[in-house]
């Protein structure tokens, strides 16, 4: 990798005077899961690398008025094992236990993870966020595109979003919580991810002074039951294919309000708003389940080698739907 600058503030403020103007000019890092072999590959080559591991402020997780308060350096594996996540968000527990390698679950940290860059081949072999060849044509459609999105595909962008935890998180309508020079912002984890128009933007609302440092999750209601469920080629060392996370509010067996998110399937956490709509007032079972994952896969749009994305979807729709109601 190209050689760069390291530093490790004591403090927010501190870790902004450190970053540039640009991401050229700094990259923060955390558990460095994904930034390290960004850099290593080259495909990113910043000045300076800011390591905020060691700031109080962006860890720990903590009760608040607003609810449960994750801060950004909270490490998959302190999500796994902090009880009051595993009683009351199922879902977001399942989807931090199914990272399959504790090496990873133990570095890398839940910022990290809403952050992280795409994993699409032809990015990450230096053609590109939106991959297109030297001409400007896109790679993607009459490529290798197995992996890519089904949803949200229209152009410029084909990858998919990276993140585990985004699904989960967004289904139960948690807040990210960001820190800049004019102190805290906050905005929806579901409008924190963006499709970038051109390859110098990023797939997130940060921008290159300010920090992700906390996300707050509503405190859990009665009869609110959560679930994820994924598909994955392989259980080692590998991402999913598809995955499924919904949030139930519940009165006995019936939904009074429901929230599908797919994750894999788009260059954003993909919002199912058919699918929950259409769940409220119904009775859980199995004929409701399996008519949920239809209607969250309307509209899909798979590419030349990736139709068989469809039929996942569908199936961990309903199979997060059935595993929420037995929770």
Same mark, same amino acid.
């Given at each position: ?168 998180? &967004? ?43 906390? &996300? ?112």
């Amino acid at each position: 990798m190209e050689a760069f600058e390291y530093a490790r503030p004591a403090s927010g403020k501190e870790a902004l005077e450190l970053l540039g103007g640009s991401f050229a000019d700094s990259e923060i890092l955390a558990g460095g899961m994904d930034l390290i072999s960004l850099m290593k590959n080259y495909v990113l080559s910043p000045k300076r690398l800011v390591n905020i591991k060691g700031i109080s402020e962006f860890s720990g997780i903590r009760s608040t008025q607003q609810g449960l308060a994750i801060g950004a350096t909270t490490t998959l594996q302190e999500l796994i094992e902090h009880k009051t996540i595993a009683a009351d968000y199922p879902g977001l527990h399942q989807a931090a236990d199914a990272i399959p390698s504790p090496q990873i679950r133990n570095m890398a940290t839940a910022g990290g993870n809403l952050c992280q860059r795409p994993r699409c081949w032809y990015f990450r072999n230096g053609f590109g966020l939106l991959a297109r060849d030297a001409k400007g044509n896109p790679l993607v459609p009459g490529g290798d595109n197995r992996y890519h999105a089904i949803f949200g595909n229209d152009g410029p962008a084909y990858f998919v979003n990276g993140s585990s935890l985004a699904p989960a998180l &967004i289904a139960l309508s948690a807040q990210a919580r960001i820190f800049s020079a004019n102190g805290w912002r906050e905005v929806a984890v579901a409008d924190f991810f963006r499709t970038p128009r051109n390859d110098n933007e990023r797939e997130n609302v940060l921008q290159p002074k300010e920090i992700l440092g906390e &996300i707050v999750i509503p405190s859990a209601s009665k009869g609110l039951r959560t679930s994820t469920y994924e598909v994955r080629e392989r259980e080692a060392l590998d991402w999913p294919l598809a995955t499924a996370s919904v949030a139930l509010k519940m009165s006995g067996n019936k939904i009074e309000k429901a929230s599908v998110v797919l994750g894999y399937v788009a260059p954003i956490p993909w919002q199912a708003k058919e699918a929950g709509d259409w769940l409220a007032g119904k009775t859980l079972n199995e004929e409701t389940a399996a008519k949920a994952g239809e209607a969250a896969v309307q509209g899909a749009k798979p590419l030349s080698g990736n139709k068989y994305k469809v039929q996942l979807a569908r199936v961990c729709v309903k199979r997060a739907l059935l595993a929420a109601g037995r929770a």
